[in-house]
């Protein structure tokens, strides 16, 4: 017999949505299960590694058909969610479901845009108005994203975290100190491990970012932080990559993007990271669904400034 769970899976897989008593419920749950993982979640590989979804669920449907349901893989997700695509409530509560059905099976870590300031402005706030017709949807999700771990730690040699290393968390267990039950800052280590990139170019330690927010940080304090921590590699998200999959810095830092034809126009490919037994990884990369525009409807946020990419 299906429970309200699996009924909830099934709708959600089919593009319906919720109500909103089973998204407040929903909520709910998840927060009673991220509060008791930690800010460096430590996971057994294999596991399939997960960049940016950004509200495109029916890419996040070919994610799960090319490389298996969460149950039958393990799966880490990096953040970015919701915001830019037509289905963030869709994807959003797909996830928390089968987190709260699977919850050794998948990981979901926050992303700079699980954040208050930037879904009033990228669209979930404007998305849960149009569909809901309240703003009840949008607190009840953002609430939860306070609850969030905020890296993970694969067999304890690979850590994966949304942005990149932060200036003052040069330990690891810098990061299990913090405080991360709260909105996003707009400085300081929480806002720099969602908000950092790394810059290729000839940059001694940290520098100024691009984006307003955040900082670069350079392959000497990034080697320093490898060294330090005895990692091996760092799996990021975050940035919009082309080929959906990037690896630079000695092959040590990994930047994973799975939004293929990100805003319905970049026309990049998308990928995930399939981290075996041994930690051996290899992307595998994938395109847009077929269906990707599949009950799109208009939208009404506002346009968004490129550094916001």
Not at 200 to 213: C, H, I, N, T
């Amino acid at each position: 017999m299906q429970t309200d769970l699996d009924k909830s899976i099934e709708k959600l897989k089919n593009g319906e949505l919720l109500k909103e008593k089973d998204v407040k419920q929903l909520c709910a749950k998840i927060r009673e299960i991220f509060i008791e993982e930690g800010n460096v979640q430590r996971i057994d590989p294999p596991v399939i590694v997960v960049g940016d979804i950004h509200g495109q669920l029916y890419d996040l449907f070919e994610v799960f058909k090319q490389s298996g349901e969460v149950g039958d893989q393990n799966y880490l997700f990096l953040g970015d969610y919701v915001n830019r695509g037509f289905h963030s409530i869709e994807s959003i509560c797909l996830l928390y479901s089968l987190k709260i059905k699977n919850p050794d099976k998948i990981t979901l870590l926050r992303g700079n845009h699980e954040s208050r300031i930037l879904t009033q402005t990228f669209g979930l706030y404007d998305e849960a108005m149009r569909k809901y017709g309240s703003l009840n949807i949008w607190r009840y999700l953002t609430e939860s994203f306070d609850y969030m771990p905020l890296s993970a730690l694969i067999d304890e040699k690979v850590w994966c975290v949304h942005g990149g290393i932060a200036q003052d968390a040069k330990l690891l267990d810098d990061v299990r100190a913090l405080n991360r039950l709260s909105e996003i800052p707009d400085n300081g280590e929480m806002c720099e491990l969602l908000w950092n990139d790394p810059n290729e170019q000839e940059l001694k330690g940290y520098g100024e970012s691009k984006r307003g927010v955040g900082k670069e940080f350079g392959q000497d304090v990034f080697a320093q932080f490898l060294q330090t921590n005895n990692l091996s590699c760092v799996l990021r998200a975050h940035q919009v990559i082309m080929e959906g999959y990037r690896s630079i810095f000695k092959d040590q830092l990994k930047t994973i993007f799975s939004a293929p034809n990100y805003c319905y126009r970049c026309g990049n490919s998308g990928a995930v990271c399939e981290v075996s037994d041994k930690l051996e990884m290899r992307a595998k990369i994938f395109q847009a669904s077929e269906n990707q525009m599949k009950n799109a409807q208009t939208k009404i946020w506002n346009q968004n400034p490129d550094y916001f990419l």
